[in-house]
């Protein structure tokens, strides 16, 4: 079972499912083939599930926590629960969040599998480092 997120029944979460694929992870030894999952928004691959996608989550704000673009898409990335890593859109709006068990598949191969779905929802902010801050 999989909880569906607050934001779930938005219309770019549809549009987020329908885009997602069939595995992640494919032509390697950690492939991971999707599975039913029994909530709105979302989405699982492996046996048992090594990728949860649920889309509708929570939008972040402004974050100290590491921030990657992959394939167009910013993710924060929460290493607290390592090797189950969790990783949430920056800049779109709903969130979607992606829980990665990082011993079965990578994570960056997860997010760069499931950018082109997510990307779906448009993007209206994005990452920036200190960098980016004093220039």
Do not use: H
Not at 69 to 84: C, H, K, L, M, N
């Amino acid at each position: 079972p999989v909880d569906p997120a607050p934001q779930a029944s938005d219309p770019d979460c549809a549009a987020v499912v329908v885009r997602l694929p069939d595995v992640i992870a494919k032509g390697t030894d950690a492939e991971q083939a999707e599975r039913e999952t029994n909530a709105q928004g979302t989405g699982a691959w492996g046996t048992p599930a090594s990728v949860v996608l649920r889309c509708g989550a929570p939008v972040p704000g402004p974050t100290t926590d590491r921030c990657v673009s992959v394939d167009g898409v910013d993710w924060i990335i929460d290493e607290t629960d390592a090797p189950r890593y969790l990783f949430t859109t920056y800049g779109r709006t709903p969130a979607v969040e992606v829980l990665v068990d990082n011993d079965v598949v990578s994570g960056t191969t997860a997010i760069t599998e499931l950018s082109a779905a997510v990307s779906a929802i448009p993007a209206d902010d994005a990452c920036t480092s200190v960098d980016d801050a004093t220039e």
